[in-house]
């Protein structure tokens, strides 16, 4: 099991699904000394407590925060920009706060660079049929990819921890830009809520000579739709928070909808068998991907200058080329040292010799 540089307290503001998942699976692995719980819903503390997802109930943040090692923001997407200020008013210069929201610019934007300095976005990808804490496990998150979104400002020590605190869950860490996750959210989580919806209502209003859609609906109707009309509330507050990447990415599935208007205008036969040929190599690529993951375990020691931003850089570079840092470690450069050392655990021969290439890339001896 990867290192993770944990041991001190963690809190977690939420703790329901997420937050309530978090905090069992940080105890079970014993990567937190103390997990503190903050939530302002009516028996949230009461049963987060009870199921061992917290061993501290905090009635606010101000009981919660000060000398935790790192703050997790669980909270609905809404809240999390104007939470994740009130938590670093509180936090002291050692603490790292990060977050569990599927939208990660607005948050950004709504901090100052300094304030920048202990922020580190995060999202798990990952999620349950029961919410609230009736349905945490502390498997949640075994397997599944977990986003950090660090930025030139992020404090590398302060990155590192929240590198290792996800690692040990059993996640596994992916450092992307932020403006970059989003439009990844957008493509393959967003939209297709949005889509199934559209088709959901269009079903619902639709009954040809009295013989109603939704009683036709076949197998491909209902996978298609199954995430349709998922809590609302929540699903209304994540558009609107990821707003101009899922624009973008409505407006470009309008643009292939009319392409595929103007090939059944003109008969297109051929077109159309190349919109489903590409569409099956497509979902060929999506069911195989799982195969090329694994292989031993390789460090890589590379020579990083003692300056802000040189730790992000590496590690979302290495995300951006779907390359997976198992575990990670820096040792900043002392007063009379060049350069400090960053060690980086990488799996399988192929992301090694990739991310020794894109490392050398951008100016760093490694070996």
Request: aromatic share 2%; net charge negative.
């Amino acid at each position: 099991m990867a290192t993770t540089g944990l041991g001190g307290p963690v809190a977690l503001i939420g703790v329901g699904l997420v937050g309530g998942s978090l905090g069992l699976a940080l105890r079970e692995r014993g990567a937190a000394s103390e997990v503190r719980g903050v939530d302002p819903a009516p028996g949230a503390l009461e049963a987060a407590l009870e199921r061992g997802a917290i061993t501290t109930p905090c009635d606010d943040l101000a009981a919660a925060v000060p000398g935790a090692e790192v703050v997790v923001v669980c909270a609905p997407v809404g809240e999390i920009p104007g939470l994740v200020r009130d938590v670093l008013a509180h936090a002291d210069d050692r603490t790292v706060v990060t977050d569990v929201g599927s939208a990660k610019s607005e948050v950004l934007a709504a901090l100052s660079p300094t304030e920048r300095e202990r922020f580190c976005g995060g999202h798990p990808v990952a999620g349950g049929e029961r919410s609230g804490v009736a349905g945490a496990r502390a498997d949640l998150f075994e397997g599944a990819t977990w986003f950090l979104t660090p930025t030139g400002e992020t404090r590398p020590d302060l990155l590192e921890r929240v590198h290792g605190m996800v690692a040990a869950t059993g996640a596994m860490p992916v450092a992307v830009d932020a403006e970059v996750h989003d439009h990844l959210m957008a493509l393959v989580s967003h939209l297709p809520h949005v889509m199934a919806s559209v088709l959901m209502r269009q079903a619902v209003s639709t009954a040809p000579q009295g013989r109603e859609a939704l009683r036709s609906a076949g197998p491909s109707f209902r996978d298609l739709t199954r995430v349709a009309g998922a809590n609302p509330v929540l699903w209304a507050d994540i558009l609107l928070s990821n707003r101009d990447a899922v624009l973008a990415e409505t407006r470009r599935h309008r643009a292939d909808l009319a392409e595929v208007e103007a090939a059944l205008e003109s008969g297109d036969r051929e077109w159309l068998e190349g919109f489903f040929g590409s569409a099956a190599e497509g979902r060929q690529r999506l069911l195989a991907q799982e195969d090329a993951v694994g292989g031993d375990v390789v460090r890589l020691t590379v020579a990083v200058p003692n300056r802000p931003g040189v730790l992000s850089e590496i590690a979302t570079a290495l995300g951006h080329a779907h390359i997976n840092i198992e575990d990670l470690h820096l040792s900043p450069a002392r007063a009379d040292e060049p350069s400090g050392t960053l060690s980086l655990d990488i799996a399988g021969d192929m992301a090694v010799a990739r991310a020794v290439d894109l490392i050398r890339e951008k100016g760093f001896r490694v070996s």
